[in-house]
């Protein structure tokens, strides 16, 4: 029981072929069984982090791989919506602020941690993943739902306001890391790539 956590993150990570796989075919009802399986994903997002909390057992192993698992779904989910044109013209634009900002926070928590200090996630981070994972499934979905339901309209609008959560997340993550960074670095022998 105490280490259903990490199984699950770990899960999360083995079903993105599953998911690439099904969005790539794109067939409604290829697109339905990504929609389950990105949903599934999504609840081990969840669930993992909980349990967790509630057993007491939040793990190194935890720590590294849920943040990784998360980069991973939501990144392989992005790119491979913009390849098959699921996202299109100006809306390729929150898909790209939210890869980076990814990208950035990595970056800044690898070098935080190299100094041992650590950069909790913040109530606003939880509600812009909340709120990224919501518009990908939308946009998974697309025109395949029901024509009484715009999902590609709502996850377009739901990616827009994610981005803006996103942007608004990396700043007080770049801000909050910049009052570490000193002109003596911990590995000034070592040359960066």
């Not at 999360?12 to 290829?30: E, K, T």
């Not at 999902?151 to 801000?175: K, N, Q």
Request: one cysteine or more; a neutral charge.
């Amino acid at each position: 029981m105490k280490s259903l956590p990490n199984i699950l993150t770990m899960t999360r990570i083995a079903i993105i072929p599953l998911l690439i796989g099904f969005i790539w075919i794109g067939s409604p009802g290829f697109r339905w069984a990504a929609l389950a399986v990105y949903s599934f994903a999504c609840l081990t997002d969840y669930l993992d982090g909980y349990l967790a909390r509630y057993l007491n057992n939040q793990t190194a192993m935890g720590r590294l791989f849920d943040p990784i698992a998360d980069k991973l779904l939501v990144g392989a989910c992005l790119l491979e919506l913009c390849a098959f044109d699921y996202i299109t013209g100006w809306t390729v634009l929150p898909a790209l602020v939210i890869l980076l900002r990814e990208i950035l926070v990595s970056g800044l928590r690898e070098y935080l941690a190299e100094i041992r200090v650590g950069l909790p996630v913040s109530k606003l981070a939880k509600w812009k993943t909340s709120l990224q994972m919501i518009s990908i499934g939308f946009l998974i979905i697309g025109d395949a739902s029901p024509t009484s339901i715009p999902a590609l309209s709502i996850g377009e609008v739901c990616l827009w306001i994610a981005a803006l959560l996103t942007i608004w997340t990396g700043y007080d993550y770049l801000r909050s890391g910049l009052l570490h960074v000193t002109s003596e670095s911990p590995r000034n022998n070592i040359i960066e790539d």
